[in-house]
């Protein structure tokens, strides 16, 4: 079985439609086999431990993409988004009738703070 090294979800072994709390449990489960704290005691040079240091790295970069709720969307939408074959076309901007064409879309001022009430 080949297990494709860029999708954090075969990574942690999951399908796309695993909850967070799967996720969640998949990460830690993978933590607790590969973490050097759990590892017997073996020579620094040994390849599994190069092995087990390659999944560990995986899994970090795995949960870090899939354990925020606004990541994941954003793998996700990326994902499906690379399985169209058109690209996106994005516009120029809008302008406005009494906005001269030497201005600036967007006019920004001064930043204000504002204390909440107690």
Do not use: C, F, K
Request: charged share 20%; no cysteine; net charge positive.
């Amino acid at each position: 079985m080949t297990v494709d090294r860029s999708d954090p979800y075969a990574v942690l072994g999951l399908s796309p439609h695993a909850t967070q709390e799967q996720i969640r449990h998949a990460y830690r489960t993978l933590m607790r086999q590969h973490h050097p704290d759990t590892r017997t005691a073996v020579a620094p040079a040994d390849a599994a431990t190069a092995a087990a240091n390659t999944t560990l790295q995986r899994a970090i970069a795995a949960y870090a993409t899939l354990g925020d709720p606004a990541r994941r969307a954003e793998y996700d939408q990326r994902v499906t988004q690379g399985a169209r074959s058109t690209p996106t076309r994005v516009g120029a901007g809008v302008r406005y009738p009494g906005n001269p064409p030497n201005q600036p879309h967007i006019v920004v001022g001064p930043v204000r703070w504002h204390r909440r009430p107690t």
